[in-house]
């Protein structure tokens, strides 16, 4: 099991704090920025992790006009990064608009365009938010289905689900869309805020190409440590 699997979340809220985490955790290739790190520095921090030859998903979970979000990702794709995230809930034409925008963005800057993945659900939104609270009239698994559905008929390289909807996911959507889980918790982690949870290598062993894991790691009182303990749990997997 190849450990570029991993994507480590940077969910810290200022640079010097985020160079901290990198460096007590080289071993790390592939390192998430949200919209917190972001916020706080700006590309700064996507242009750290660059020099340091590391792989970047820009997870700003863009979610607006189409207009508007075509113009964000083009240009988030001018950054050089490896995934991209938008809502699914942008609808197509926002979805459409985005996937021309980072193939244009990404020809004129010269750089490879970021694989564009699809939020289907928030991994902290349970099955009777969705029906309470948003008032939405499906079964969790079937709607992070169609959304899924939606990004790909749109162009999109895949989708981020939780672990509990990436095995329906990958059977209908094909072995070729990325599929992206956060919510990912170790056996031995605090499942915090997550409502759809598996361990590391139950996600991986249900279909997922990448897991996003935060707290389980940025956390723990040995981030290198509890890094090491999900490799070697991976490396169990066939």
């Known amino acids: 099991?190849?450990?570029?699997?991993?994507?480590?979340?940077?969910?810290?809220?200022?640079?010097?704090?985020?160079?901290?985490?990198?460096?007590?955790?080289?071993?790390v290739s592939f390192w998430k920025v949200g919209l917190e790190l972001f916020t706080s520095t700006g590309p700064a921090i996507l242009e750290e992790l660059k020099s340091r030859q590391k792989r970047?998903?820009?997870?700003?979970?863009?979610?607006?006009?189409?207009n508007t979000v075509a113009g964000a990702c083009r240009s988030a794709a001018k950054y050089g990064v490896d995934l991209l995230t938008v809502h699914a809930t942008a609808g197509s034409d926002a979805l459409k608009a985005a996937t021309a925008a980072v193939q244009t963005s990404s020809a004129q800057a010269g750089t490879k365009p970021p694989k564009l993945i699809a939020i289907t659900l928030l991994t902290s939104i349970s099955s009777r938010q969705l029906a309470f609270d948003l008032k939405i009239p499906l079964e969790l698994p079937e709607f992070a289905l169609q959304m899924a559905l939606l990004a790909q008929e749109s162009g999109l390289d895949g989708a981020v689900c939780s672990p509990q909807e990436v095995a329906q996911l990958r059977e209908t959507c094909g072995k070729n869309f990325v599929l992206v889980c956060p919510g990912v918790r170790p056996s031995w982690a605090d499942a915090g805020d997550q409502k759809r949870s598996l361990t590391p290598s139950q996600a991986i062993k249900?279909?997922?190409?990448?897991?996003?894991?935060?707290?389980?790691?940025?956390?723990?009182?040995?981030?290198?440590?509890?890094?090491?303990?999900?490799v070697e749990e991976l490396n169990t997997v066939s």
């Open 206 to 230: 249900a279909g997922a190409d990448y897991l996003v894991i935060g707290r389980p790691i940025t956390a723990a009182a040995d981030p290198e440590l509890a890094w090491h303990k999900i």
């Open 56 to 66: 970047i998903f820009l997870d700003l979970k863009f979610h607006d006009i189409p």
């Open 1 to 27: 099991m190849t450990t570029d699997k991993v994507i480590v979340a940077l969910d810290v809220p200022d640079l010097e704090s985020a160079i901290a985490l990198i460096d007590k955790i080289p071993q």
